[in-house]
């Protein structure tokens, strides 16, 4: 019979190390920080899509244009870019714990704000601020792990936080389908359309998760009371000494914003989230337009894309680091996203084959997140690290907005999705051209 220890230590990814200690205290560290971290990832996935659910409300109540409705939804992205590398210079300095908490404190308040929306001008300017609350979110997490797990084991570590994502995707419909039947209900006087009621409510566990975090997060591995003296002692000693040998080759601080393969990141990550965000804030009106379908059964169709994209990115991830492999994992899954955009395009009236295709494009972009954010460690270390993630993180963010906003100025000019789905596409087999280009590392690569 198969032990409770071995089926944990098997989801967790742990059973194939081969020393007992570097077993028990990555498998330690995961259960202490992943399930945190892939909550907070959730609630904050949530925050930022769930305009996607609140648009059809928005565009009848404020008399927003479609074209309007998109740019709104990328300038999150702006506001997101400009404070990403000064957030996680920051968490390198004042540590995790206490600035990931001030992030989710003050995301949830701006996100709680939405109600406040009564035209363009406040739409804008409350989706920019909301980007600016969230800045240093992702990217302080990513570097979070980075102190704790080493670089062998961080694709699959990754990709366990990262399936917030798809979990967001999956009950993210759901919640906001229901909180939308609660348009015209008052609270303490006031009353609220169903998209104000989005808003307030999916805020307040951001606001709470952040207080959370002031008790739950550990800044460093020395200061880890919940492990052994001699595992903290082990534990600190690892990633120190992983952390300078990448720091003593590759620089430190902003000097990682010139290192070419930083560039070449960046761009990949800016035509990633192109197509990530160009189709999600526009996949719950392309399904409620092909199927006609409303409340639990559009919830449904949404959500599904997303479950099968769960799976393959725990999957993938794990396979990334059992063969020490990232860039043909990373090309592959883009490859497999533009195939299924490209799919979509040819089948715009049957409901069964949007929804396939959406599946297989979900399932190649969300299965690249594990083995391309196991990349930049690769080749950064210690400050370098943090500069360099925020800001391919930043860069790449800003596909958010330029991704929306072409969705919807080709289709008020086009009178339909295939020619921007098309776009989004294109640029999908550009970044795995790009990061097959990438020359990383071979002794790295290996342990990787």
Partial sequence: MVSTSAILQAIVGTAGLEDERERRVFGRVTWRLVPFMFLCYVIAYIDRINIGFAKASLLADLGLSTTTYGRGAGLFFIGYCFFEIPSNLILERVGARVWIARIMIGWGLVSMAMVLVTGTASFYALRILLGIAEAGFFPGMVLYLTYWIPARQRAKTGALFMTAIPIAMIVGPWISEELLKLDGRSFFGWTFQGWQWLFLVEGVPAVLAGIFALYWLTDRPEKATWLAPEDRQWLSEEMSRERAQRAKRHGHGLSSLLNPKVLVLCVFYFLNNMATY???????????????????????????????????????????????????????????????????????????????????????????????????????????????????????????????????????????????????????????????????????????
């Fill in 278 to 448: 160009g189709v999600f804030f526009f996949l719950p009106t392309i399904l409620e337009e092909a199927s006609g379908y409303k409340g639990w059964r559009l919830a449904a169709i949404t959500s599904f894309p997303f479950a099968i994209a769960l799976v393959g990115m725990v999957l993938i991830g794990r396979h990334s680091d059992q063969t020490g492999e990232r860039k043909g994992h990373v090309a592959a899954c883009a490859l497999t996203a533009a195939a299924g955009i490209l799919l979509a395009t040819q089948f715009p009236n049957s409901v069964a084959m949007i929804v396939i295709s959406f599946a297989l494009s979900q399932l190649g972009q969300r299965a690249i997140l594990g083995p391309f954010w196991a990349i930049p460690p690769m080749f950064l270390g210690g400050a370098a690290a943090a500069a360099g993630i925020a800001s391919i993180n930043a860069v790449g963010n800003l596909g958010g907005f330029f991704g929306p906003d072409l969705m919807g100025r080709l289709r008020d000019s086009s009178s339909g999705y295939s020619l921007g789905l098309t776009v989004l596409a294109a640029g999908l087999i550009v970044e795995a051209l790009l990061v097959l280009s990438l020359k990383l590392p071979k002794d790295d690569e290996a342990r990787a």
